[in-house]
């Protein structure tokens, strides 16, 4: 399969919900396969940031992320979702941390 690298640049808010949702449905993320999987992305996209706090995004990235929750988000998901994009951050940075006590 060919992966797009310009593709995977910009941030989706759709990619955070089905992390949250994900995680939400009882996935370990602390499983090691995950983290080699994640791991080997960065890679692969020649990332050299800090992605243990906050996935690397910079403010503008999160700012992106958070106005998407309105326009992208809310009119595909169900009404009575919850997403709180603040948590899944917190709830990765530990995990990608390598803290087992994650929120």
Do not use: C
């Not at 996209?45 to 958070?66: H, M, P, R, S, V």
């Amino acid at each position: 399969m060919l992966i797009d690298k310009e593709k995977l640049k910009d941030p989706a808010i759709r990619d955070f919900f089905d992390l949250w949702h994900i995680a939400e449905s009882g996935f370990d993320f602390h499983g090691r396969r995950f983290l080699d999987i994640f791991i080997k992305k960065l890679e692969y996209e020649d990332y050299k940031g800090d992605y243990k706090q906050n996935f690397g995004l910079n403010k503008d990235d999160i700012a992106l992320l958070k106005r998407q929750i309105e326009t992208d988000l809310i009119p595909v998901v169900r009404s009575d979702e919850v997403f709180d994009l603040d948590r899944v951050f917190e709830r990765f940075n530990h995990i990608l941390s390598g803290e087992k006590n994650n929120k």
